[in-house]
């Protein structure tokens, strides 16, 4: 299984950006793919999840109506649209897989496929 996430840059306040991650080595329909970001000095933190089909989507309140997370299963591939980003918002982001048919859940013990992290950084 590998998760590989990209799409991370320098940003202004109030600027967007997409970040993507891609995956192979497994059958990607039957996981639910969630991201997670750290801050310097911070624990990993729940962003947002996607279940199987994409109907269904969650997310953190920190984050709730400026994200967007979606999937492209014939792609392999998920995507976080990030609007109106914040300087609170600067962190490495992470996607992220639990056991295969698990529900989402916010803690990041319960995913057990990680990729290896996109710095995202909002600053004038």
């Known amino acids: 299984v590998q998760l590989q996430a990209s799409g991370g840059g320098l940003v202004q306040p109030g600027g967007s950006l997409r970040l993507s991650c891609a995956a192979s080595g497994f059958n990607f329909d039957d996981y639910v793919i969630a991201w997670f970001r750290q801050a310097p000095g911070k624990e990993r933190e729940f962003v947002a999840a996607?279940?199987?089909?994409?109907?269904?989507?969650y997310y953190a309140d920190s984050v709730k109506g400026r994200f967007a997370i979606s999937r492209d299963n014939a792609e392999k591939m998920v995507y976080l649209q990030m609007n109106s980003l914040k300087s609170e918002d600067t962190a490495v982001y992470f996607c992220a897989a639990p056991p295969r048919y698990s529900d989402y859940h916010i803690s990041s013990d319960e995913y057990i496929y990680w990729g290896q992290g996109t710095q995202v950084t909002v600053s004038s």
């Open positions: 996607i279940n199987w089909s994409g109907d269904s989507t």
